[in-house]
């Protein structure tokens, strides 16, 4: 059981998560969906929950049974030398127990060691450690990723094949409550459909941020939402599309609340004036008048409407404490259109063949995209989508074919885009990036959902989500023919992909794009659908018959 209790955690003097209080007990079924913009905590939380961050006010239990799992976001640099077997027996426990094993097998003449042997077996047989070889590979199975797990370096590997080892490095160990951070990312379609399968036939509780829409109405069965604003746990039952009509019913009926309340204080104001009104009429005739007895009655008169005035606006007072809904300004990217023709080429590659030196190759292969043009690939971890975009804008790795491209283009390639301006502010970035003086940059950024207080934070202190809403950013303004996008809505919140869609569909020029994000895609006006398939690439009818067959 996991037990979180007042929880406050702040980052240089900012409120992160605030009091936030929870109890999750083991093997209970119970898959919570925690949602909420970027920068909010979501990541943050998980990481206190397992450890990874002592550094918060509160208290988090976890029982001495209760086993946690959680999958590691990244390989660091000395295990990218070890094979995919290699890789998940360390990060198991299995190399370290079967080292401990055979060690103690060979020394049970020393009875001290005995008990030791025992509860070291123990350990062994609760992870299945003399069927761990065939788990490993039914689970990689299930994963699609055809390699050798005993010749294959991790470092041969793709992201999302990366991937694949980290997820199942963590399904292998068993877990009675698993927290997964974007399980989704950088997987194939396949892929994704099998871990939803797998998580919803798996008793463990569970914690998943995720801002995949079909992912997360196909596992959960209750939502956490971390607020903007007051950074606390809002809980919704049901999946993601039950909690969004909740909430948006429930903005209703405050909108409505509050439209009523400022109906009532506008008819009170005007109440309250009349009886001012009155009131001074009253004592001014009242001084005015000779006769004693009607001045007195005017005086009584005007002094009830006088008191009357102010219990009104003692109403209309206790009327106003009732706030109007808070809405978050919304993420906002200004893409100029070019004035290209609709019958000219934006990108041409003819009969081109992508290979490295580790033998990969891909081709022969011909795209010819024409401006307005709107084009997904999709493909298994592995089969070069990345690869190929790199070819098409910057004529990497090509052995032999040509392309031709148009220089006015903009990308997010995952792998392209590394972390080179990690060392720059976010104002130097946009200044850099945009071209644009200081004050317009702080502007993008205004825009972009970030206060003007942030503008000198470090590109390498942002959430991930946050970073890729810098990197959009910058895009504006620019008047470009294509927009190339390889997994762009990766670590973007739900609000920020609704706002990718729409500018991708008022956008006039070409766009190609790599995306597993079946509810993106679906959303994608007029989108061609092509494939990589045994190094091939193979234009399909239909991309809701191809997402359709994959389900």
Known sequence: MIEVTNVTKEIEGKLILNDITFKIKDLSGIRIGLVGHNGVGKTTLLRLISGQDEDYKGKICIGKSTNVGCV?????????????????????????????????????????????????????????????????????????????????RMKELSGGEKKKV???????????????????????LNAILWVEDYLKNNQASMIIVSHDRKFLDGVTNKIWEIGHEKRTITEYGGNYSDYITHKQKLLNGQIQEYEKTQEEIGRLNNSANRKKNWAVSGRAQGVNDNDKYTKGYERNKSGKLGSGAKNIEKKISKLEDVEKPKTRKPFIINIKDSDRKTSEYIFEMNNIIIGYENGFEIGPITLNVEYGEKIVILGENGSGKTTLLKAMCYDENIISGEVRQ?????????????????????????????????????????KAQFNRDEINKRMSDISPGERVRMILTSFSGKEIDAIILDEPTNHLDLEGIKVLEEVVNDFKGSVVLVSHDREFLSNIESLQCYTLEGNHLIKKKELNDEIDMNV
Request: glycine share 4%; no cysteine; net charge negative.
């Open 406 to 446: 148009t220089k006015n283009f903009i990308n997010l390639i995952q792998e392209h885009n590394a972390l080179q301006e990690e060392a720059a502010t976010l104002v130097q970035y946009i200044v850099e990036n945009s071209k644009v003086t200081r004050e317009e940059a702080i502007n993008l950024i205004v």
């Open 72 to 152: 590691e976001q990244e390989i660091l640099l000395d295990e990218e030398s070890l094979s995919i077997k290699d890789y998940i027996y360390i990060k198991t426990g299995i190399k370290d127990l079967e080292e401990r094993i055979m060690f103690l097998e060979n020394n049970l003449e020393n009875e001290g060691l005995i008990e030791e042997y025992g509860e070291i077996l123990q350990k062994f047989i609760s992870l299945d450690g003399y069927n761990i070889e065939y788990n490993i590979q039914k689970l990689l199975a299930g994963l699609n990723l055809k390699k050798d797990i005993e010749s294959t």
């Open 166 to 188: 980290l997820l199942s490095t963590v399904f292998i160990k068993g877990t009675d409550i698993l927290l997964l951070d974007e399980p989704t990312n950088d997987l194939d």
